[in-house]
């Protein structure tokens, strides 16, 4: 594994832990958009259904199990535990917008038309859209916590880091990926706007705000 994997997998635990933490603190789920979170829990439910048919390491199916955890614990802190601190009103993005034409895609475009290839894909394609309804509630409701700017800065961290890692997996393993790559440039690209406003705005300790 390399560092940049290993960065990576790191900053998207941070991300998960930062949210999670952020809720368990303020009891209040205000500012997430539970359509996210369940799209994100949707994508690591069907990228590590490997689990039940394989062993890679240890580190490998622990990281797994710790996303998986994480993903339907924080629906569940949304939709459940704090249900009544849920900004609804602001959460309206389509989330079927998404999912079916992901899906679709995922038919027609994969490695191998078996049931695990398929719905790899799937989570490879559905993770790289999945925070639109993230960044959407922020664009509704105006402006959002510096914690949730964290959350967001260190999920799109962990994407950029992966996009350097298959780089280096094609040049020192000659290992290469389109399926993971494209969608790795999609999902950094929608972070590219909330990247400049994070430095410019959250680092000099202003508060973050997308145009409506």
Sequence with gaps: MNIFRLTGDLSHLAAIIILLLKIWKTRSCAGISGKSQ????????????????????LYNTFMKVVYIGCAYATVYLIYMKFKATYDGNHDTFRAEFLVVPVGGLSFLVNHDFTPLEILWTFSIYLESVAILPQLFMISKTGEA?????????????YRALYLINWIWRFYFEGFFDLIAIVAGVVQTILYCDFFYL???????????????
Aim: charged share 15%; net charge positive; aromatic share 16%.
């Design 38 to 57: 369940i799209l994100f829990a949707l994508v690591f439910t069907t990228r590590y259904l490997d689990l039940l048919t394989s062993y890679i390491s």
């Design 145 to 157: 916590e510096t914690i949730t700017t964290h959350y967001l800065f260190f999920l799109g961290l």
């Design 198 to 212: 994070y430095v410019t705005k959250v680092l000099k300790g202003k508060k973050l705000s997308l145009p409506a």
